[in-house]
């Protein structure tokens, strides 16, 4: 492979993962757009008083998938910076975006508790606790 065909897929290679990463964003904010939208519903809806208590759900289903969403961003960003150091002396593998050889690197329980998750979704569940502990006692 000469070295500038080995430059342009050097190149696409770290464009793909980008835009993987690009991706991976784009979900975790679409997530948290649908756990407002959903949380707000369940708030709104009339009747029973469970409904207040309803409105955990949707956060907690969608903190856990939004941490898969981040997780996967950091993975995907550490197969990046190991391609940016390692991809000029070692041109084996080109194009493989499996992460298994990185997963140890960024626990799920670690990027489940992450400040950036963390502060939306216990803002969320604080609202919450806050309008229901409002409208049970009225």
Not at 23 to 34: D, E, L, P, T, Y
Not at 93 to 115: A, C, G, H, K, W
Not at 126 to 131: A, E, G, H, V
Request: glycine share 2%; charged share 20%; aromatic share 16%.
């Amino acid at each position: 492979m000469s070295d500038s065909n080995f430059g342009d897929e050097f190149f696409h290679e770290i464009n793909i993962v980008q835009n993987i990463i690009n991706r991976m964003a784009q979900n975790s904010f679409i997530i948290k757009g649908w756990t407002v939208t959903l949380v707000v519903i369940a708030l709104l809806v009339e009747g029973q008083e469970i409904h207040y208590s309803l409105a955990y759900l949707p956060c907690i289903v969608f903190w856990t998938i939004d941490a898969y969403y981040l997780r996967q961003e950091r993975l995907y960003r550490k197969l990046y910076e190991w391609i940016i150091e390692n991809r000029p002396e070692n041109k084996d593998n080109m194009f493989d975006m499996r992460l298994l050889e990185r997963v140890s690197e960024v626990p799920y329980f670690s990027v489940l508790i992450s400040t950036t998750i963390s502060l939306f979704y216990g803002m969320v569940f604080i609202l919450i606790w806050l309008i229901n502990s409002f409208f049970n006692t009225i």
